[in-house]
């Protein structure tokens, strides 16, 4: 398991860093987004679509539409289940119709979602609120396919600051 925590001080310096991430996505990477209403979920999708040539104002929530998907360098599926009360809702979807295998899956309020993922290279965001413009992101995966991403992040200096536990790797 790696993981890294970073404080977010900045609506800039948030999409400086989703554009980052994005430019080590590849064809059937999952983005799982954790954090309550507000935390700036969609605000930092938009960021990673724009990073993989999806014009960013075609770009919203599909929170009544379940999935949004967008034509790029790499096609998005952007799923939003917070509608949903059951995971049963799920069950007249295949796999298919919510998760790329050709492209990037970006999913919010995913909960629902982890009965169809298995051995799928999986990153976790966990968006939480530390001031009205700052956010606190802790990325963490299990999956090998993100080591590049990982490694990249812990010897870049962005310029952001650092929480109590700086950028670092935890564990493997």
């Not at 989703?18 to 590849?26: D, E, G, P, T, V």
């Not at 507000?38 to 379940?66: N, Q, R």
């Not at 949903?84 to 629902?112: A, C, S």
Request: aromatic residues 10%.
């Amino acid at each position: 398991m790696r993981k890294i925590i970073l404080d977010l001080c900045s609506l800039e310096k948030t999409d400086s860093f989703a554009r980052k991430i994005s430019a080590h996505l590849f064809p059937g990477a999952i983005l799982l987004f954790w954090g309550s209403m507000g935390t700036g979920k969609t605000t930092f999708a938009k960021s990673i679509c724009a990073g993989l040539g999806v014009l960013p104002e075609i770009v919203g929530s599909p929170t009544y539409t379940l999935v949004n998907i967008y034509p790029g360098d790499r096609t998005v599926f952007h799923v939003d289940l917070y509608r949903l009360n059951d995971p049963e809702e799920l069950d007249d979807f295949d796999r298919e119709d919510l998760i790329t295998d050709e492209g990037v899956t970006l999913v919010e309020w995913p909960q629902y979602l982890l009965n169809y993922l298995s051995d799928e290279p999986v990153l976790n965001l966990e968006f939480e609120t530390i001031s009205e413009n700052q956010r606190r992101l802790i990325l963490e995966s299990e999956s090998s396919n993100f080591d590049i991403l990982f490694k990249t992040l812990e010897q870049e200096n962005l310029s952001l600051q650092k929480t109590a536990n700086p950028l670092s790797r935890v564990g493997k």
